[in-house]
């Protein structure tokens, strides 16, 4: 079945620690979104790509990269874990990064930063 | 700056009952307005957007919606509310140029029994 995929599900995570959160799609979708979704603020743009190869900030870029290898994979890191990046982690993709294209979001990463 | 608003944090509503969830949106050029559903510990979902054209937009599941300029909303109707429908709602707006979506609080939807 075509989609988004996300892992791991959920995440128990010491402070100071580097933690990479993976998303894959099989849609062959040129772009792809990292959100953070946090209780009372809705969802918050991380980091984009709008094709392999390029990346871009988003609202709140910091403590967090990515990078854009290919067109299926979209990698989150946390260099360094703060409690504050505790949050539901969304991956989502469009199909050609336009204004007017539907986004498709995975299932979401839970992760706790202790 | 381009912005969307969603002012109830929820909305209760009984089964049968018409429902409505608001969203205002302020943007700078032509609005590109999107719904989506989120239901509990799953992602979103794509229920209906708003490009061009006719006012009314239908979607999934019965949704539909109705684009207002003049009052700059867009809001999610249904005629008859299901207690399957109680989820959370986001409403959505493309970043003006940006390609990215700006995105509301959301509104918890609940549909009593």
């Known amino acids: 079945i075509a989609g988004i995929t996300q892992a791991p599900t959920s995440q128990i995570l010491a402070a100071g620690r580097r933690m990479t959160l993976r998303c894959t799609q099989d849609?062959?979708?040129?772009?792809m979104y990292w959100y953070r979704q946090d209780l009372g603020l809705g969802l918050r743009l991380i980091h984009y790509?709008?094709?392999?190869?390029?990346?871009g900030k988003g609202e709140v870029p910091d403590g967090y990269s990515v990078s854009r290898a290919n067109t299926d994979d979209f990698p989150l890191t946390l260099a360094s874990a703060v409690p504050s990046q505790t949050s539901v982690y969304f991956c989502?993709?469009?199909?050609?990064?336009?204004?007017?294209?539907?986004?498709?979001f995975g299932p979401g990463t839970r992760l706790t930063v202790l | 700056a381009q912005s969307v608003a969603q002012p109830e944090d929820q909305v209760n509503v009984a089964e049968g009952n018409p429902l409505t969830v608001k969203c205002t949106y302020s943007?700078?050029?032509?609005?590109?307005l999107f719904w989506y559903v989120q239901y509990p510990n799953r992602g979103l979902q794509f229920l209906l957007k708003?490009?061009?054209?006719?006012?009314l937009v239908k979607g999934s599941y019965g949704f539909e919606a109705e684009f207002n300029k003049s009052q700059t909303s867009f809001h999610l109707k249904k005629p008859s509310a299901l207690v399957s429908d109680s989820a959370l709602y986001f409403c959505?707006?493309?970043?003006?140029?940006?390609?990215?979506?700006?995105f509301g609080t959301g509104t918890r939807l609940k549909v009593l029994a």
């Open positions: 989502a993709s469009s199909e050609a990064g336009l204004s007017t294209d539907t986004q498709y």
């Open positions: 849609m062959r979708h040129n772009a």
């Open positions: 790509s709008n094709t392999a190869g390029t990346t």
């Open positions: 943007v700078s050029g032509n609005p590109y």
């Open positions: 708003y490009i061009t054209g006719d006012n």
């Open positions: 959505a707006v493309e970043d003006s140029g940006t390609y990215k979506y700006i």
